[in-house]
């Protein structure tokens, strides 16, 4: 079974899906504006009613394979299971997708738009016509995410694709109704992952197990975290203490500020003086900053402000994956880990000529978690043992597979930034995983 799961996800390579844009590109919808990822390095959760805006407006289009929407944009409940009238006496696979398309927050919203663009487009290249999603709109709340989940299941689906936050999906584990059926959630809360629960989502833990063993493997035993005292700082520092102890290594020194700090020069000094004292235990240091965008340009710089004169590399995660960031001087030669680039540049383009804007932060995930469903999907049913296929799956985001836990196992890249030839490749993600022992 697992050699069967790779071989027919294989056959999804991103390579081919420019075959379908011309015929999509006449049927594709979306906002003017372009929308604002979410994913800013803080958790993915619920930002509430904080983020509203005056006058911005709904989704206003829901592909849903002929499902009707109403006024707003979204399907209209289904008495029993929905079927488009063209597909009557077929045996159909119906998929409920589970997004916060009307979340008080605009990023959300935008997020869940790019997300559903993404799904969208797997169908299109992969789908058969027996292949059915079912949107509905969460609103980024528990008891809405049941019930829409519920009236899913009643028209018909026999899986979801989503939700997006950890909050969602723990509602939905909780509900009797839902029983057993499988989740390919969105959140990066490793907690709510288990039993048919799995998350497609890619885990800073992931990410710094990948940077920890690489520097690891070209001579760095130390290193050192400078990074926001919030859940996802705690959790990256928390996680970067762990691979090192494992990798032979140690942190040396963790440097918190406040969420959100823009200029933390006290912090940055203190941890520039901590990583001097560290100096019996010789060598150079790597120093993890879980920043992005303008914070990651205001914080880089400080720690070399301060004099730290101990030999160091400044390392990040899958944020710095941002041109923006890159002629930052400070972040010369400094190493971050991401997804592999070619496919999701191709994806990139690809989705900005069909929707007239650039691909949210998640919309590739949604794109391989919907033609993962597709494909393991195509003898009518998503069984949890070819979701946790030993070989794993190749799509958009490179090689991975879903492991006892629930959350997904990822083969990554490591970039070396340089300001005036960008991000180059300097570690390729592995096309293979190790067999298991035991």
Same mark, same amino acid.
């Given at each position: 079974?697992?050699s ?6 294989g056959?999804?390579a991103p ?7 011309l ?6 919808t979306?906002p ?5 990822p979410?994913?800013?390095?803080k958790?993915?959760v ?8 005056? !006058?911005?407006?709904?989704?206003? #289009?829901?592909? =849903?394979?002929?499902?009707e929407?109403?006024?707003? $944009? %979204? *399907?209209v ?11 009557e ?6 998929a ?9 927050n ?8 790019g ?6 487009m ?5 789908a058969?016509?027996?292949?059915v999603i079912?949107p509905?709109?969460?609103a980024?709340?528990r008891?809405?995410?049941?019930e829409?989940a519920e009236?899913?299941?009643?028209e018909?689906?026999?899986?979801f694709? !989503?939700?997006?936050?950890?909050s #969602?999906?723990? =509602? ?6 839902l029983? $057993? %059926? *499988? ?5 990066n ?5 288990g039993?048919?629960t ?8 992931e ?9 690891v493997?070209?001579g760095?035993?130390q ?9 996802l700082?705690?959790r990256?520092?928390?996680?970067l203490q762990f ?9 040396v020194?963790s440097?918190f500020y406040?969420?959100g ?9 203190y941890l520039a003086?901590?990583i001097?004292? =560290? ?11 879980p920043e992005?965008g ?8 400080l720690?070399?402000?301060y004099?730290?004169?101990r030999e160091t590399?400044?390392?990040?995660l899958?944020?710095w994956?941002?041109?923006s960031v ?6 010369k030669?400094?190493w ?8 999701l540049d ?23 978690a ?12 998503l069984e ?10 190749v ?6 597979r879903?492991?006892a836990d629930?959350?997904?196992e ?13 991000a180059?490749?300097?570690k390729?993600?592995e096309?293979?995983f ?5």
């Open positions: 079974m697992t069967r799961a790779q071989s027919r996800f056959r999804l390579s081919l899906v420019f075959a379908a844009f015929a999509m590109a006449g049927c594709a979306g003017a504006s372009p929308p604002a979410i994913s800013s390095g958790p993915r619920d930002p509430g009613k904080s983020g509203q805006q005056a !006058g911005l407006e709904e989704p206003t #289009s829901l592909h =849903a394979n002929g499902m929407i109403d006024a707003n $944009g %979204m *399907p409940p289904m008495a029993g299971e929905f079927t488009p009238e063209f597909l006496g077929k045996d159909l696979v119906r409920g997708v589970l997004l916060p398309f009307s979340h008080p605009s990023g959300v919203r935008a997020e869940a738009e997300m559903l663009a993404g799904i969208e797997a169908l299109f290249d992969h058969p016509d027996s292949f079912l509905k709109d969460t980024g709340s008891s809405k995410t049941v829409v009236q899913a299941r009643a018909g689906a026999e899986f694709l !989503g939700p997006l936050f950890g #969602s999906v723990a =509602a939905l584990n909780e509900d009797r109704f029983a $057993g %059926m *499988p989740i390919i959630g969105f959140s809360d490793r907690d709510v992952a039993g048919n799995f998350l497609a989502s890619i885990s800073p833990e990410e710094v197990a990948a940077l920890v063993e690489y520097a493997n070209n760095f035993r290193f050192a975290y400078f990074g926001p005292q919030s859940a700082g705690m990256i520092e928390t996680a691979e090192a102890s494992q990798q032979g290594g140690i942190v020194a440097g406040p969420d700090s823009g200029s933390p020069t006290s912090e940055a000094e003086t901590s001097n004292n =560290a100096s019996e235990f010789g060598g150079p240091v790597a120093v993890l900053i992005r303008t914070q990651l340009r205001k914080v880089a710089p720690l070399a402000y004099d730290m004169n590399k400044l390392m990040g899958s944020g994956n941002d041109p890159w002629r930052e001087p400070s972040l030669d400094a971050f880990v991401a997804p592999p680039k070619t496919d191709a994806f990139e383009t690809r989705y900005r000529r069909i929707y007239g804007r650039a691909p949210t932060s998640l919309a590739a995930q949604a794109y391989d919907a033609a993962l469903a597709i494909s393991l999907s195509a003898d009518g049913e949890r043992e070819e979701l946790m296929a030993e070989d794993g799956f799509g958009l985001n490179g090689l991975f879903f492991v629930g959350t997904a990822r083969k990554l890249s490591i970039y070396q930034i340089s300001p005036t030839e960008g180059r490749l300097i390729p993600g096309m293979a190790q067999p298991d022992i035991g």
